[in-house]
Structures are given as C-alpha cells and as structure tokens.
C-alpha cells in the first residue's frame, strides 16, 4: 500500500503467544482462529509495534467497514498482550441482508459432492450446526434409531436442543459410520473447520462450472446455517424455537430469518395494532410483526 513503510519481519511466536493466551483464557476456537487470520493479514502490511502505522493500513484499506472492525478487534488483543497502547478506531459494519440458497441448490451440492462431502454438507443444511460445531460432533452424538444429532455446542454459545435429521440424511450417516468403521467415541469427520470450508468451495466450484451456473460460487458454507434457519421459521413460525435449534443468545440475530421469506405471498391474513394490547394479542394468536405505517404496526400470519 502506498505511503506506508514496509514491515519487518515478524517473529513465528510474536502471533502465537496471542493466541495461545486466548485459549488459556477460555475464548471460542473460532474466535482465535478469526483472530488469527486478521493479524497474519494485517502483519504482511504494518509492523505489528507500530499501532499507528497499523491504525493508517487499515483506515486505507478497501474492505467493508465490518472487515475493517475484525481487524481492529484482532490488534487489540495483541496490544493487550504486549501492553502495546493503541486507541482502537471506531467501525461500524454495515447492515448486510444474508442470501439463501434455495433448496434446490443445496440439493444438488449435496448430490455433486463425494461421499464424506455431502454427508458433511448434509448435516450443515438440516441442523444448521457451525462448521466449529460439525468437526467437533462424535459418532455418538448422533441417534441414528431416533434420527436425532445432539450438538456439541460452541464456546460461549447458547445451549441447543436435540435436531431432527430426514431419514435420507439418517440412511447417508448409517452407511457412512458403517464403512468407515467408526467407533462411538471417534469424532465423525477427521478435519478441520478450514479444511471443510476449504473443500466446501472445491465442490461449490466444480458444480458451478459442471452446470455452467456462475451463481453457485456465490454460495458460502456458513449460507447453508442460513438455509436451516430460514427453512425452520418457514415451518415453525415459531421465532423462540428457531433461536434456541440455532443456539442464538440474542434473538435479534434470529429474527433476521423473519425477513427472507416471501412477502409476495397471497396466502395471508393481515392485521394493524396501534397499541402495546391489541400488538400482544396478535402475537399471541401467532401473527408476525412486519412493518410499522402511519403509526400502525402490521402483523401477519398465514391462511
């Protein structure tokens, strides 16, 4: 980038000091690893004792106001370990609207895939399960007579309920264990979560060009937790129960899958509250706030 001096080169362990404390510390592995990644980048721009020489990289750099905020919280912790001063810039990320695939989509990614992948893929897009939590599962953690997975839930994540799994996805896990020989206490899949990603958009990729459908690669792993939890408010309407199957602690992140659905649909039935009574009487007869106009808020549910 121009302008800037170039870094020196940094020490192995300068990196890996900050993380090992982090994990001595109890934080989430996806946490370090983000953490990670974001001084690894930042480190190949600025040198990592010069926070002002950081603070310009990254006000320079072209990325998205929320990329530039993950950068600033990974520096932080190194400051902090280093007791390095440094006043942390403020970004704010943007409000970004996820995209789901459709069904059909994963339903193909799940039939390009090779064995291991699409059994993985699968459970991805029936329990919505992180790419943390799904290398982490062991084979007993799935109830195959009762078609039932039990998540190991992530670090400082909110405890979830049992997930029901289709019986193709059941008959996919049997074979699987079966002839893999796995045992009840072996974890399922003998990876990480950056090489399932990593091979994640191998397969995404292939199928793309396989199909000539350039819209495939936009596809992200992470979008398949986004599928399950859209589907599950499909069915459910039922926005307390799609939180705690997706192991949110803040219900605001869950009621994101409340806007994803088809406002186009016909088969509504329509109602206005203008107070704090007539809005709980609605919600309780199972109606969903969508939009406030004119000092009345709407809420709908279907026929």
């Known amino acids: ?63 998205s106001d929320g990329f530039k905020a993950n950068l600033c919280n990974a520096y932080a912790r190194h400051c902090k370990y280093y007791k390095i001063e440094w006043e942390k810039p403020k970004y704010t990320p943007e409000t970004r609207q996820i995209r789901v695939p459709t069904k059909e989509k994963v339903e193909m990614l799940i039939a390009h895939a090779g064995r291991k992948m699409a059994v993985k893929i699968a459970i991805s897009a029936e329990t919505g399960l992180s790419p943390f939590e799904l290398v982490n599962l062991k084979a007993k953690d799935v109830d195959l007579e009762q078609r039932v997975i039990y998540p ?30 796995i045992e009840p206490d072996d974890k399922l899949f003998n990876t990480t979560p950056r090489n399932y990603s990593k091979m994640f958009r191998v397969t995404r990729n292939a199928l793309a060009e396989k199909v000539h459908d350039p819209m495939i690669k936009t596809i992200r792993l992470y979008d398949l937790r986004h599928f399950y939890g859209t589907m599950e408010y499909h069915k459910t309407r039922d926005i307390v129960l799609v939180q705690a199957r997706m192991g949110h602690k803040n219900i605001k992140n869950t009621l994101l899958y409340t806007h994803l659905l088809n406002l186009n649909d016909d088969e509504w039935i329509c109602r206005g509250a203008t107070n704090k009574e007539e809005a709980m009487q609605l919600i309780e007869a199972g109606f969903v706030y969508v939009t406030e106009i004119d000092g009345t808020k709407l809420f709908r549910k279907r026929k």
Do not use: F, W
């Open 152 to 181: 190991r839930t992530a670090k400082h994540g909110a405890a979830r309920p049992p997930l029901r799994i289709s019986s193709k996805l059941q008959a996919m896990l049997k074979e699987y264990i079966a002839r893999d020989d």
């Open 1 to 63: 980038m121009a302008g800037l001096p170039k870094p020196s080169i940094s020490k192995t362990n300068t990196t890996l000091n900050v993380l090992v404390s982090m994990k001595a510390n109890g934080m989430s592995d996806y946490t370090i690893e983000s953490t990670r990644k974001a001084l690894r980048i930042i480190e190949k721009h600025a040198n990592l004792d010069k926070p002002e020489i950081v603070k310009l990289y990254i006000s320079r750099k072209e990325c």
